[in-house]
């Protein structure tokens, strides 16, 4: 029959165009200059030292509804998955991802020291493999804000001082704790505010007071693209962001590390791969999360190895040649004042604090 | 057309009130853009009056005036906004004199004819009017993209340097990146072999099921259809699902059971749930070609001996051609722009162009996706232009005249 013979036809060409060697692995993580910095860092050195060919898929954006979607489905195409640590967490608990021995599956620090030691409290899941230290924070145009540029994060809602748009991302986290903390709230009571009601309703009444002068994200690249049109006067991102529109595309930008909020991103292997896959994966994270290639990451993105034998280690940008330590976040001059994201607290609030958020915004 | 109506010349009282809300359409831009809408209404509406006034009542010279509308504009243009604005400003300062000079001299009637009242005078223009600004919504989106595709910087940003034709403010680095980066070339060959191989699955099977349904006797023929056609009904998110699930098992038992590679697999699910999209496009267009079908011809086949194959390929197949040329069209854009399916059924290895561009919007805000945007437009208007033709040769050497 004639469809039957198309379809035949179809596949069989379909299979000479595509056909790749038989080791093939998917690796899903966040796209732009993150998976390029991983790229040449991790995914070049491992095909080159085993052969095996790596496939880039960005959707971490979207990795927790579709490796349940996948779970679901009996079909998990993933191999290694990079999330960020809360998103590590709920797919932990749910029995999506399996679980990691530090010290037997991962590489000791090159003086002896365990896995389990050099990472220390970044562990912060049994199934996740902390890959970097990046942070949420502020950059502002240079030449928008006068002759006193900002330096607190309050000046983020100093609308007479600094007048004009900001970006700020379309999610209760950072922005409540930014909120309260300039409302007079000490840095360590902030959770214990937020927990209740009145605490949730001081920090929207707080947002409420530049909530028209605010542009909302949701990815990554908007502020900077916001800012080098300077639609926006100051925004929140990701530091390596900024560090990329700064430094990369010199844009007259510059950071605000005040009260700059720490987080973690790393590597997850999702559960229920055959045999073989896992094995895969497992010799891969072996190879990429060690002392050396975590601070060879650091040559193409300023975001901190989650090591602390990486941090030696870190030296100049592969391309432009400058020293990369003066922008990690980690840095002692960028880090006087930071903000820890406290990932217990957003695990059980989040949900309400995400529905009082969404109906404050559509108000 | 040579002029059918005698023209007259217009009353001011209807010139400068005409021209001096021209004026301030073109006021309410400028002055939005200096800060103040209103101010450059009224700005606007009073300048292009007054010149009309200077014009017609006192300069009476309309060369001279024109020459002077040019260049004054242009100045204003520089001022406000560098060298575009010459460009803008010399372009506007003709269009106010001739419309001025349209107006006033009453050539506006000249074309139409002369027992029209003038209030089909107004409505004829009006309806170009809205004609001209439908087409602008149109195709402005579509042309503002393109520019952007050569900018320098990484940004979607009309730069300085852009707006003052310095090149350089332009670079082709975006279609270097498109055309040397491996994700999007990986991409690029992905679309290219997922759209051709679905669009004739589609076209084979949604010419057959035209056909079958526009026979009388198939029994339940317009519950069938309706099935048929509702992938294009029902939401794409929610096929999407369906079928990500419903591949899901038949990737697991080839891979499984026939022990295909993954790879292959993912290719043949991509292929099939693309079929899918593109079959409802071939049957309605199909069966709307086959309403003009005479039936008496495969019956007059059939008489001299013909099977039912040889009737279709030589007999039916080449007179609903056009539909079923005009379905496959559609079957390879629905395919080739598909972004939703792909993304559920398809796995890392599968990336189509669409699904690049979408996450590359989302993650890195580049150019590149400008560039090949640019790039596929320029295919489509080969692609269009190049069926077109084709249909219109056949045509020719069949003895029609085009249409």
Same mark, same amino acid.
């Given at each position: 029959?004639?469809?039957?013979? #198309? ?59 579709? #490796?349940? $979607? ?51 409290? =970044? ?103 916001? =800012? ?13 962001? =900024? ?58 993105? *300023? ?61 | ?47 292009? $009056? ?7 009542? #006192?300069? %009476? ?28 400003? $010399?372009? *506007? ?18 074309? #139409?004819?002369?027992?029209?009242? @003038? ?6 223009? *009006? ?21 952007? @595709? ?22 082709? %680095? ?39 349904? @526009? ?24 096929? $999407? ?55 008496? =011809? ?48 398809? *796995? ?17 805000? @580049? ?37």
């Amino acid at each position: 029959m004639k469809p039957t013979k #198309l379809l035949i036809a179809s596949s069989a060409l379909a299979l000479s165009a595509g056909a790749v060697a038989a080791a093939d692995m998917t690796i899903v993580s966040w796209g732009g200059a993150y998976s390029k910095s991983q790229q040449n860092a991790y995914h070049a050195p491992y095909t080159a030292k085993t052969g095996v060919n790596i496939i880039n898929d960005d959707s971490s954006n979207e990795a927790v509804a579709k #490796l349940r $979607a996948m779970n679901e489905a009996g079909n998990v195409t993933w191999d290694v998955v990079d999330v960020v640590a809360a998103d590590a967490m709920r797919l932990c608990d749910e029995g999506l991802a399996m679980e990691i021995d530090p010290d037997t599956q991962l590489a000791p620090a090159p003086d002896g020291t365990s896995a389990a030691d050099d990472f220390g409290d =970044l562990l912060v899941s049994d199934c996740f493999i902390p890959q970097i230290v990046y942070s949420t924070t502020f950059g502002y145009r240079t030449d928008l804000v006068g002759d006193t540029p900002p330096d607190d994060v309050c000046d983020v809602f100093d609308l007479e001082a600094y007048p004009g748009k900001r970006a700020l991302e379309k999610r209760p986290i950072n922005n409540m704790e930014w909120a309260l903390l300039c409302d007079g709230v000490a840095k360590e009571d902030v959770y214990d505010v937020l927990e209740t009601p009145e605490g949730q309703d001081k920090a929207l009444a707080k947002l409420d007071t530049i909530k028209d002068s605010v542009v909302w994200w949701s990815a990554g690249a908007d502020t900077p693209q916001l =800012l080098a049109d300077g639609e926006v006067v100051m925004g929140s991102t990701y530091n390596g962001r =900024l560090f990329s529109l700064i430094v990369e595309q010199k844009q007259p930008v510059a950071m605000l590390w005040d009260a700059q909020v720490f987080d973690l991103d790393g590597w997850i292997i999702p559960a229920g791969l055959s045999e073989e896959r896992q094995k895969q994966a497992l010799d891969y994270i072996y190879f990429a999360t060690d002392t050396q290639r975590l601070a060879d990451q650091a040559q193409y993105i *300023s975001y901190g190895p989650a090591r602390a034998s990486s941090a030696p280690l870190v030296g100049k940008h592969a391309e432009l040649g400058i020293d990369m330590a003066p922008h990690m976040p980690t840095d002692p001059a960028n880090a006087t004042n930071t903000f820890l994201y406290n990932y217990e607290f957003w695990a059980d609030y989040r949900d309400d604090i995400d529905a009082k958020f969404q109906a404050w915004l559509a108000k | 057309m040579a002029a059918l109506t005698p023209i007259s010349r217009k009353p001011l009282s209807l010139v400068l009130p005409t021209i001096a809300a021209a004026g301030a359409f073109l006021g309410l831009f400028v002055g939005t853009a200096n800060g103040s809408g209103f101010l450059g209404v009224v700005i606007g509406a009073a300048l292009i $009056a007054f010149m009309g006034f200077v014009y017609i009542a #006192l300069l %009476k010279n309309e060369t001279l005036s024109k020459w002077i509308s040019i260049l004054g504009f242009a100045t204003l243009g520089f001022v406000f906004a560098g060298v575009p604005g010459v460009v803008l400003g $010399a372009l *506007s300062g003709w269009f106010y004199h001739w419309f001025t000079y349209w107006l006033y001299e009453g050539r506006y009637r000249a074309k #139409l004819l002369p027992y029209l009242t @003038s209030r089909q005078v107004l409505w004829f223009y *009006s309806f170009r009017v809205i004609c001209g600004a439908i087409f602008v919504f149109l195709i402005t989106p579509i042309l503002v993209v393109m520019p952007l @595709s050569f900018n320098a910087e990484n940004f979607f940003t009309f730069t300085p340097e852009m707006l003052r034709f310095d090149p350089a403010g332009y670079s082709l %680095k975006h279609y270097v990146d498109f055309f040397t980066n491996s994700e999007w070339q990986r991409s690029f060959k992905n679309s290219l072999i997922i759209a051709p191989i679905a669009t004739i699955i589609s076209v084979s099977l949604g010419t057959l099921a035209a056909i079958g349904l @526009s026979q009388s006797h198939v029994p339940g023929r317009r519950a069938i259809m309706a099935v048929m056609i509702s992938p294009m009904i029902v939401p794409l998110i929610i096929s $999407a699902t369906g079928m990500f699930f419903f591949y899901s098992d038949i990737g697991n038992w080839l891979e499984g059971t026939l022990g295909l590679p993954k790879n292959f697999v993912g290719y043949v699910k991509v292929i099939l749930a693309h079929s899918v999209l593109g079959i409802p496009f071939v049957i309605i267009t199909v069966t709307a070609t086959l309403v003009g079908f005479d039936r008496s =011809l495969t019956r007059a086949a059939a008489n001299m001996g013909a099977d039912p194959v040889t009737t279709f390929f030589k007999v039916q197949m080449p007179l609903i051609l056009p539909g079923v040329i005009s379905g496959a069209l559609f079957a390879f854009i629905t395919s080739f722009d598909e972004v939703v399916v792909v993304l559920f059924v398809g *796995s890392a290895g599968q990336k189509t162009l669409p699904w690049q561009m979408f996450t590359g919007l989302r993650e890195q805000i @580049s150019p590149t996706i400008l560039a090949v945007a640019t790039i596929l437009v320029a295919i489509s208007i080969l692609l269009l232009t190049t069926v077109e033709l084709l249909r219109r040769r056949s045509e020719r050497m069949r003895g029609m005249s085009p249409s």
